[in-house]
């Protein structure tokens, strides 16, 4: 059984950072590429971004490029999202799906996601 537990949401400061994981299991980790998705009050999902099987391409969506760094640890089955200079505007729930390093990720399993705050 597909496994994904997000972790390490909490509320933030504007302009402070804040790195999530998302534990694996019940799969080959490190087969498969992975993305970051999320969704903010009122919205729909999200894709934020996308890492190969073997972390060496990753992607981002406009929003968040130059801010967030998607990385992943294949010998610990961890996926991380490290999210610096955070505005209010990156206020959601974050998920990380499985089998996809782009925005095609409809129908994909995701975690239960943790929530993220930016606000003052």
């Known amino acids: 059984e597909v496994q994904l537990v997000e972790s390490g949401g909490v509320l933030v400061q504007p302009g402070g950072s804040l790195r999530l994981s998302c534990a694996a299991s019940?799969?080959?980790?490190?087969?498969?590429?992975m993305s970051w998705v999320r969704q903010a009050p009122g919205k729909g999902l999200e894709w934020v971004s996308g890492?190969?099987?073997?972390?060496?391409?990753?992607k981002y969506a406009d929003s968040v490029k130059g801010r967030f760094t998607i990385s992943r640890d294949n010998a610990q089955n961890t996926l991380y999202l490290q999210m610096n200079s955070l505005k209010p505007e990156d206020t959601a729930v974050y998920y990380c799906v499985k089998g996809t390093m782009n925005s095609n990720y409809s129908g994909l399993p995701r975690g239960q996601g943790t929530q993220v705050t930016v606000s003052a």
């Open positions: 890492i190969n099987f073997s972390g060496s391409t990753t």
């Open positions: 019940g799969f080959t980790f490190r087969s498969f590429a």
